[in-house]
């Protein structure tokens, strides 16, 4: 365990002993600082990355091994794609085809949608610039499109 890169398995390990003893803990609010520092001596790691890891999982509700593997393979294959930031109407008609289709989607997964139709690769941003100005679509309009 060298770096800032540690083994997936301890990161949960770690997560899971955090929850467990919050989990112990008759406190309304409970301590973290005692809660770190039990994880802290059981595993070796520091206080920083633990409280970093933790914040990551209150997040995004996994641990950030699991994080980094998403964006390292999303960067791998957005190597293959054609990049443009220029939105043209075949575009258009594919953002609004995929949207109307599965309005669910979140802007990660319409990228890759986009990807296997046009075989064009659009930030999130521009994505999301496209969709709010050209198509005039809102949250709120998608939200009501899954009702």
Request: charged share 35%.
């Amino acid at each position: 365990m060298t770096g800032n890169y540690f083994n997936k398995r301890v990161e949960e390990d770690c997560i899971e002993s955090i929850e467990r003893l919050l989990a112990e803990s008759y406190h309304v609010r409970p301590k973290m600082k005692p809660v770190f520092r039990r994880v802290k001596s059981r595993y070796s790691i520091s206080t920083r990355a633990l409280r970093k890891w933790w914040k990551h999982y209150a997040y995004w509700s996994e641990v950030p091994a699991i994080t980094r593997e998403k964006v390292r393979r999303f960067r791998r294959l957005s190597r293959k794609w054609r990049r443009t930031r220029v939105i043209n109407d075949t575009i258009v008609n594919a953002l609004q085809s995929i949207v109307d289709d599965n309005p669910e989607l979140y802007l990660d997964e319409i990228v890759e949608e986009l990807v296997k139709i046009s075989g064009v690769y659009l930030s999130l941003k521009t994505i999301w610039t496209a969709l709010h100005d050209k198509c005039g679509y809102s949250l709120q309009v998608c939200c009501d499109r899954v009702k």
